[in-house]
């Protein structure tokens, strides 16, 4: 048996859920799993349709590590586990057994100043465990920076479920919504300024002289999301840029299928970095190519001139042209192309491969 100690798990939605939402399900065929999740309000009927355990503890933050914490120690004693993985090195911290440890890292959570009281807690927990998973090669060498020995650390992507068939109702919603917008971008994300919508969207400024009928969707919510809205105002751009919350699956992917380029040139931002950009990869699927940003791990999930284009998000000329140069003769379509024959090495059932190798 193995123990998933995880903060993040749907049915909260998120990168983070998605990624040890998967993980879990696809090590489920193979060994016994126990999880161990944060209490979510809408928690019971999901569990329900699982085929693994899921103990969900609530509380406030402190208080819920502790007790957390006290009933996986319990865990432990009592029953035969062969070893722990955990999304979070906090996690971890207080969880006292000789059992072996993983670790997953993403980026941000290492992200801390060398010396500072956050980094050497980290490194403390880190340099314990039996292997770090990084998501990316960016997030090793940025572990390896932070103080984590290089022998523990292990690249492994993220991976994605094969896409379901679209569904043929919210495809023809999204054409009676775009009609004749093209070309189409789209950027799937939280609002906020690590994602770098704002320097998108000042540069539609410039392709809608060229483009007339170009159009941006946005799908997310978060912080920025008011800015973003002025801004989109102050350049007198409200027919080019479009922006959707709380929609479906289904729609949220039709919308993707029906795109040309998803954009997300992401930045580093104080201490957050896209550590690896999984919506790439989604995006993919659909034979959608993508443009990232060369801060970050984008360039784990885009291979840069086939299935996309990498560019500094810290300067709008190159996001400008990155833009420009797959809009032109509508090379889009060939780097989807390149994008989609990529896809399969992301699913599940060949990263699941990676896990156990370090598990055995």
Known sequence: MYLIITRAFPPELGGMQSLMWGLTKEMSKNFMIKVFADYHENHKEFDQQENFSIERVGGIKFLRKIRKAQLINEFLKENKVQGVIADHWKSLELIKTNKKKYCLIHGKEINHPKGSSLNKRAVKVLNKVEKVVANSEYTKNLAIDSGIAQE????????????KELNKKSLEKVESLLKVKTPRLITVSRFDKRKNHEKVIMALRNLKQQYPNIVYI?????????NLKKLVQELDLNSQVMFFKDISNDLKNALVAKSNIFVMPSIVHKKSVEGFGIAYIE??????????????????????GETGLICDGNNLNDIYSSINLMLENKKYLEFGKNAKNEVSKFYWSNIVKEYKKILS
Not at 152 to 163: F, H, M, Q, R
Not at 218 to 226: L, T
């Open 152 to 163: 523990k650390v292990k690249v492994i992507n993220p991976g994605i479920s094969p896409a």
């Open 283 to 304: 995006a993919s699927q659909y034979s959608i190519p993508s443009i990232g940003g060369k801060d970050g791990g984008a360039s784990d999930a885009i291979n840069h």
């Open 218 to 226: 946005c799908i997310g919510y978060g912080n920025e999301e008011q």
